[in-house]
């Protein structure tokens, strides 16, 4: 891979007006000068299209059109993608700073797999706090089996080992995409930064038991449906020790 790899950062959105325009100039701001910004639009019509527009010139590809779910819209972002490298950040997320992504370059080192640490913000954009997952020191396919301990939006995939989301699943595609890319990964790099803000909420916090079904059912693929068992009983021990030391637990 080059010295100076091509990040492409996928957004997809639909009429999230309140939030889109942080994601945009979280990616059109950034120092480094090696970046494909796409942006997939589900034919939103809450003025969600006129802040876009606004930042036309700094978006390489950007596409309005009807889905089948946030999941098809992401495979037509990776389709689109030419980038050495793949980040998935949906509306009201944002890259942890304007120097996050030349950092990265510099980490790279031919990685197949970049990752690093997430904040939680609110709709005001006030930090919250970490996720209750930490990082793995090293990172692989049966990292997950603990939990997703790697926000979505803090994962930089190498496009060539990056396969098309599941639309089968509805609601934890994500997760099996991951685990997919890191079973064909030879090397998997911690930053040992801030790479994200995350914005706590999402179509999994609301529907949060449809979500914990899905992530159950990954999880007993990859990793067998005893050893899943025993994994999710360490889960929801770790929860509850979280949450009698820390409150209410963030993912």
Known sequence: MAAHPKFSIITVVYNNVRDIEHTITSVVNQTYDNIEYIVIDGESSDGTLAVIHK?????AVSLSEKDKGIYDAMNKGLALATGDYVLFLNSGDEIY?????????KLSNDADILYGETILIDEDRNIIGERRHKVPANFDWKSFRYG??????AIYIKRSIAEPYDVNYKLCADIDWVIRCAKKANKSVNTHQYVARYLVGGMSKQKHKESLKERFAIFKH???AIPNLFN????????IWHRINYGKPQD
Not at 97 to 105: G, H, K, R
């Open 55 to 59: 930042y036309q010139d700094k978006i």
């Open 97 to 105: 700073d304007l120097n996050s992504i030349e950092n990265l370059a």
């Open 148 to 153: 997703m301990n790697i926000c979505h939006q």
């Open 222 to 224: 990859y990793y067998g």
């Open 232 to 239: 999710h009983g360490i889960i929801a021990l770790k929860a």
